[in-house]
């Protein structure tokens, strides 16, 4: 196991609803990424924390939205949900240094399982 | 913006046969990482590989990048059951973006 933890472990939402996920980084870890991974798909990056500011953001609209705590715990909002949020969402802990994204070996937890109806 | 193909999408193989896996990105990439995500399963980081024409070796598992830093491949020697799952590429690009492939799902017949 990573020692990446996320909560809950399924989660069923009406549309126009919001969300919040949350993730616990492995020890040591100062950097939490999410993602997003519909069925049969390869995950799709949402953005990255590190030490409590987001430095790197994907291809998703402000609607999704994240914090991170001084114990480098996260958590991802979505508010207004739609039927194609439904995925399973995943966050990786990993090791940064600034500057940038991290470019370090990622360790996932079990996700997320969200189902909007 | 950058785009990141795998082929074959599927492989079927006989439990002792070869299998590889290709990654290409449209663009020159940093470094590239190699996660395998069992069904039901989160991924799972294999490798990271970051010289032009770097060679990896670990136990039966061989992964490449190529010189131009634009493609990699991963290779399974004599696979067996355990190696099922699905095989993501992910290509970062300097630090702008981190971005998977769609995976080339794995089967192993016994």
């Known amino acids: 196991e990573t020692g990446v933890t996320q909560s809950p472990t399924h989660l069923i939402k009406t549309r126009g609803q919001q969300v919040t996920l949350r993730c616990s980084s492995q020890?040591?870890?100062?950097?939490v990424s999410w993602y997003q991974q519909a069925l049969g798909q390869g995950p799709q990056f949402i953005f990255q924390?590190?030490?409590?500011?987001?430095?790197g953001r994907g291809n998703f609209p402000p609607r999704f939205s994240g914090l991170q705590f001084p114990n480098y715990s996260s958590e991802l909002n979505v508010n207004a949900l739609e039927l194609d949020d439904s995925a399973l969402y995943l966050c990786?802990?990993?090791?940064?240094?600034?500057?940038?994204?991290?470019?370090?070996?990622?360790?996932f937890g079990p996700g997320t399982r969200l189902t909007v109806l | 913006g950058q785009q990141v193909m795998q082929i074959p999408q599927y492989q079927h193989v006989q439990e002792g046969e070869d299998f590889t896996t290709y990654c290409n990105s449209s663009?020159?990439?940093?470094?590239i990482q190699w996660y395998k995500q069992r069904p039901g399963g989160h991924p799972v980081f294999l490798i990271q590989?970051?010289?032009?024409?770097e060679v990896k070796k670990q136990k039966r598992l061989t992964f490449q990048f190529g010189e131009a830093k634009k493609n990699s491949s991963l290779h399974i020697t004599a696979t067996q059951t355990t190696d099922v799952g699905t095989y993501f590429c992910?290509?970062?690009?300097?630090?702008?973006?981190?971005?998977f492939g769609p995976g080339t799902r794995l089967s192993v017949l016994p």
């Open positions: 990786a802990s990993s090791r940064g240094y600034g500057g940038g994204m991290s470019r370090n070996e990622q360790f």
């Open positions: 924390y590190y030490r409590e500011e987001e430095n």
């Open positions: 590989l970051v010289k032009s024409g």
């Open positions: 663009t020159t990439l940093s470094n």
């Open positions: 992910a290509a970062d690009n300097y630090g702008q973006n981190f971005v």
């Open positions: 020890s040591g870890h100062n950097t």
